[in-house]
């Protein structure tokens, strides 16, 4: 057998990786040998294993988990087309946020944070037609716009007139699996299939204008939350933001978002 088999350093030398690399490989199930001498431990490898091992190379050197790795060398090739698609779809999801976040960088080297006029006033009782959805704070910007494309059809459905702007509302803190909500406010319609009705109640609040991408927003976050704790006061949920000027309308750097959060005298 071990005529026709290659050891675990000619098989490393063959596929141009190391000893420690197939040893890692095998002790996480991905690439075993195909036999294992009882007495001494040495590992041998079929020559035809070394595609499977390039595989698993060019993937890792992908940053793609080891999890991910094995499933789709076990899966039938559609299924393995799917697995590497979805992998590519979440690898152009964190290019976009690792744009984002250079674009925020350069901001701040260029100019320093940003001036944002936080003001203090008072926001009257809404009635808001809502749909919702759970997600991670990597999902927001997707889940908005999934949530928009259901509001409006539902409301035009129901004959539910209702008064600009959209709204979108969050918790204070953005975790794992949150809720969501985006809104129109109406003073039209009951309860319909897929949508609820969501009365924000009128008071105290702390506010600011953001001009420019969504992907800039925590730039105002920043300024607006520094200025509630300045003042000693405290935030209130749901965090509001009021889409003034959306996407259909101009380009990324002329958005128009007011963000708003309710505040209250601090109990500390």
Not at 27 to 54: F, I, K, N, T
Not at 136 to 158: H, N
Not at 188 to 196: D, I, N, T, V, W
Request: hydrophobic residues 45%; charged residues 25%.
């Amino acid at each position: 057998m071990q005529g026709e088999l290659l050891t675990i350093g000619r098989f490393a030398r063959l596929c141009r990786l190391s000893v420690k690399q197939l040893r890692h490989y095998d002790e996480m199930g991905l690439l075993a040998p195909v036999h294992v001498e009882a007495g001494s431990g040495y590992r041998y490898y079929a020559p035809e294993q070394a595609r499977d091992a390039l595989t698993i190379a060019l993937l890792r050197d992908m940053d793609l988990p080891l999890a991910v790795i094995a499933q789709a060398l076990a899966a039938e090739p559609e299924s393995r087309a799917r697995i590497l698609r979805a992998e590519r779809d979440r690898l152009a999801e964190r290019i976009s946020r690792d744009q984002a976040r250079m674009e925020m960088l350069e901001r701040l080297a260029e100019g320093g944070l940003p001036g944002y006029e936080v003001t203090m006033g008072t926001e009257p009782e809404r009635r808001l037609a809502v749909v919702r959805a759970l997600c991670d704070p990597a999902e927001i910007g997707g889940k908005i716009a999934e949530c928009v494309g259901r509001l409006l059809p539902l409301l035009g459905q129901a004959g539910i007139g209702w008064e600009p702007p959209l709204w979108v509302l969050y918790p204070l803190d953005l975790e794992e699996r949150m809720e969501i909500a985006v809104g129109a406010q109406t003073s039209q319609g009951a309860g319909a299939p897929g949508l609820e009705y969501e009365v924000l109640p009128g008071g105290p609040v702390a506010e600011t204008l953001h001009i420019g991408p969504y992907a800039q927003l925590p730039l105002a976050y920043n300024a607006l939350f520094a200025a509630i704790y300045e003042r000693g006061l405290r935030p209130r949920a749901p965090v509001r933001e009021a889409c003034l000027v959306g996407p259909a309308e101009a380009p990324q750097e002329e958005l128009m978002t007011r963000l708003i959060i309710p505040i209250q005298e601090s109990m500390a």
